[in-house]
């Protein structure tokens, strides 16, 4: 069923789509956009795997509409405007790095200088703002960031901000169960919640307009940090280390801006603490290592480029917390950030468990398969795979466990286990069983040379287990099957060839092709 329907200035159109619709829209009068992607006109986009999006426009448009939907509707109350001068006060800092890094830039024939008051990752005044948003579940968190990143590349400046998420339910780019750091260089368009932030480059073409991809990514191999606090913070700070490193580097990356997505569990006051009385322990140590914490530096602590602005979608509460917790972060921080509210949209939709199963079994898919939001609207074409099983070493990221209370001496309370890795016995059948249909990340062990990891060795059983998780994700493979008297594991991976590593972690993603 076709019809046209007439947005009126600054209004959105919002739409839900059901499990098998899909639902064409071309712009055929006027101007609008959806999460910042500027929509082109008379150019058709099909919309569906479920998506729940709002069609903006500044100035008024004509949609044409194609299919059904669950739900669609037109409303004024927008958070849009928000965003906007958002994303102009972000437009000034960006320029004024950028004129910071420009003035003291070594010249050309001696790119490598470093001249006196040379602009670097521990110059503030070369650092665009890094923003980390936080919220509840469905309260719009990875909409908000991907219109700012949207805006940023939509400035025609050539900014490259970083998209820094740390919310392993959702693998942005990639599959789920990952945190990552990827640069955006175009914008991104939005038809499908399984690629909502592009595809990246080992997933063959990119998703729309957008280029492909290259995340810098870890393994967390769980949906939520409350699964395991303690892994979880040490691969925030791993990959905060990483990003750092990076910037020192990247000019054009530090004077772009860094924008960090949470999960939901950050937002809970409880999660990722021993201590009952010490609250919103995941959004302290993100702030902290977002800020160099733990990282060696030339400069002091208040000189290195850190979060300077924590925004707070929607929730009265949680903002009002966040103003308490500022006090008690170090003094550097504390005084930099800059804590503001973000209306939460209308038209964020809550979801429930099967919803996300559903997206995340599709993002797995995506990676494997391809999807027809392609340019090429070609599948890929995955191989499967036998490897001898003594040829592997897999570990399980499993979660932390409560000590029983019989277990613990009279008076004493119970505490988390700092249970992190455990390696598969392949000599047991029931832990070969836990293998099939499971998502496995292919990692490279840490160098005995990486910064990071200056200690490391070759595992061998007594290796510091925080080295091995701090380990770079390199891909993905599915076990599909499993031959214990061959001794042989059948994989499915990406593309033919050597595969990247022979090493690999997994935990609770599983996918199962049908």
């Not at 928000?82 to 890094?101: D, G, K, P, T, V």
């Not at 665009?128 to 805006?151: C, F, H, P, W």
């Not at 890929?380 to 209370?405: C, G, R, Y």
Request: aromatic share 8%; charged share 20%; proline share 6%.
């Amino acid at each position: 069923m076709s019809r046209v329907v007439t947005v009126p200035a600054l209004n959105e159109f919002r739409l839900e789509l059901d499990v098998s619709q899909e639902l064409s829209v071309r712009l055929v009068e006027g101007r609008a956009e959806v999460n910042g992607f500027e929509l082109s006109l008379n150019k058709w986009s099909t919309l569906k795997d479920e998506l729940r999006c709002s069609i903006y426009t500044w100035t008024g448009c004509k949609l044409e509409v194609n299919g059904s939907s669950l739900v669609e509707y037109t409303s004024n109350e927008t958070p849009l405007i928000s965003y906007l001068n958002l994303h102009l006060a972000f437009e000034q800092q960006r320029i004024r790095a950028r004129n910071a890094h420009s003035q003291h830039a070594p010249s050309p024939e001696k790119p490598n200088e470093r001249l006196p008051g040379y602009a670097n990752a521990v110059d503030p005044a070369s650092s665009a703002y890094r923003v980390m948003v936080i919220g509840q579940e469905d309260s719009g968190k990875s909409t908000l960031s991907k219109t700012l990143l949207n805006y940023a590349a939509r400035t025609g400046k050539g900014w490259t901000p970083i998209f820094v998420n740390l919310d392993p339910s959702d693998g942005g780019p990639l599959p789920p169960g990952t945190l990552s750091a990827t640069a955006y260089s175009t914008s991104t368009q939005t038809t499908s919640p399984i690629n909502a932030f592009g595809s990246s480059s080992t997933s063959g073409a990119a998703l729309d307009n957008s280029a492909a991809l290259i995340p810098q990514a870890l393994p967390y191999a769980h949906a939520s940090p409350a699964r395991n606090p303690k892994v979880y913070k040490v691969l925030a700070e791993a990959l905060a280390r990483r990003l750092d490193m990076r910037l020192e580097r990247d000019a054009k990356a530090r004077s772009s801006g860094v924008f960090i997505d949470t999960p939901a569990a950050f937002s809970s006051p409880n999660v990722g603490s021993d201590d009952k009385s010490s609250k919103y322990d995941l959004i302290k140590h993100a702030l902290h290592v977002f800020n160099g914490g733990g990282f060696p530096r030339s400069m002091s602590t208040a000189d290195n480029p850190q979060v300077d602005v924590l925004l707070v979608i929607g929730h009265e509460k949680l903002y009002i917390e966040m103003q308490r917790l500022q006090s008690s972060l170090d003094a550097s921080l504390a005084q930099k950030l800059k804590i503001l509210k973000v209306p939460k949209s209308g038209g964020a939709v809550e979801t429930d468990d099967a919803y996300r199963s559903r997206i995340q079994a599709g993002q797995i898919k995506s990676f494997f398969y391809g999807s027809m939001s392609n340019l090429s609207d070609e599948q890929l074409s995955p191989q499967s795979m036998t490897i001898k099983i003594d040829n592997l070493k897999v570990f399980k990221i499993t979660e932390d466990k409560v000590a029983p209370s019989s277990a613990l001496p009279i008076g004493a309370s119970r505490v988390l286990e700092n249970t992190q890795l455990e390696r598969v016995n392949f000599e047991s059948s029931s832990q070969l069983l836990t293998l099939v249909h499971s998502l496995l990340y292919l990692v490279k062990w840490p160098d005995a040379n990486d910064v990071l990891n200056k200690h490391a060795k070759e595992f061998e059983g007594d290796l510091d287990s925080k080295d091995l998780i701090r380990a770079d994700l390199v891909g993905f493979l599915i076990v599909t099957a499993i031959d214990s008297t061959k001794r042989t594991i059948t994989v499915l991976a990406p593309s033919p060839g050597r595969l990247p590593s022979l090493n690999a972690v997994f935990g609770s993603f599983e996918w199962q092709d049908t």
